[in-house]
C-alpha cells in the first residue's frame, strides 16, 4: 500500500525558498515537511556563488547543503520525491507524489521554481557548473581575466553579457537571430558600448567541446566565426529563458501575472486561492531579481503567511491549541 504522510504545510520544492520556509516553519512550532526531486534547486547547480550575504565565495550545491543542514537540526522531514497532483480536498489539500505516496497538508507552499530552457546539447548537464551555466548574475565575477559567451537574445542574455564585460576579458553573445527584438534600447545601448563584448547575430552552437575532467573548454559553431567555428572558452552562460513550473498551481485556480506567467503573489506571498502560497522563481514576488536570497526571503515570509492560515482556520493537524485534527479528517 502508498504510504500516506500528514503535515501542517506540505513545501513543495528543495531549493533556498523551499529549505527557507521549512526552517520557519519548525521554528514557528507547525508541522512542514519538504517534497522535491531536484536538491538545491537552481542555486546547487550554479556554480560558484560570491554575492550571498556571509559566504564571499562558496559553491552553490555546498550552499544548499548548509541549508539543508540546518533545517534537518529541527527534524523537519524530507522526501525525495516530485509532487505530481495537488487537489483541494474542502478542508485540506491532497497531493500525490512521484512515489505513489500521497501527503495530507492544511497548506500548501510552492517553491518549485522554474525550469531552465536547455540547448540539449551533449554533455550540456554533465558540465554544467563546470564552465555551463545559466546565471549571468550569479556567476560573471568568476569570470575575471577570461573570455566566456553568452548563449540568447533576449533582455536577460544582453544585461549578462554586459555585466560580464565588466569582468571577463573577451565575451560573445551568440544569438540565432537577425538582430535583437526585446531588450530595451538602453540595455542595446550600453552593449554596443562595451568595447569588449562581441555579438555574433544568425550564430548557433552546434556542440560543446571539452572532457570530463575539464568540463567545459569551448564551442564548436554552426557556422565560421573570424575564419574558425571552433571558439576556445573558459565558460558559456546559456539565457535562453526559463518557464515557472506551475500547471500544478494552476490546476488548483492559482492566478498567474499574465505578463510573466508566474505565480502572482502579495507581499505576503499568498496566491487568490486561500492555504496556497508561492515562494521563489515560482513567484513575481522579486520582480525579475531571481536569486538565492530573494528566494530565501520568500520562503521565510511564505511560513509566516502559512502559519497564520491554518493556525486560523484551524487546520493544524500538530498544534494542539487548534483544536482540529487533519489526521482524523484526512481518514474520513
Known sequence: MPETHTTDVLIAGQGAAAFAAALYTARYQIHGMVVGDRFGGETAIGGGIENYPGYPDIDGFDLMLKFREQVDKYDVPVIDAAVTAVENAGNHFMATLSDGSAVHAGAVIFAIGRERRKLNLANEEAWT?????????????????????????????????????????????????????????????????????????????????GDDTAGLTGIRLNRPYEGKDEMTLDGIFIEIGADPRVAIPQSLGVKLNPETNEIHVDRNMNTNVPGIFGAGDITDGSGTLKQTITAAAQGVVSALAAYQFISEQGRACCVHEAGYDLRASAAD
Open 129 to 209: 557548473g563546470r564552465g555551463v551555466s545559466y546565471c549571468s548574475t550569479c556567476d560573471a565575477p568568476l569570470y575575471r581575466g577570461k573570455t566566456a559567451a553568452v548563449i540568447g537574445g533576449g533582455s536577460a542574455a544582453v544585461e549578462g553579457a554586459i555585466l560580464l564585460g565588466k569582468y571577463a576579458d573577451q565575451v560573445y553573445l551568440i544569438y540565432r537571430g537577425g538582430g535583437f527584438t526585446r531588450p530595451e534600447p538602453v540595455m542595446v545601448d550600453l552593449l554596443n558600448k562595451s568595447k569588449n563584448v562581441h555579438v555574433l547575430f544568425e550564430t548557433e552552437v552546434a556542440e560543446l567541446l
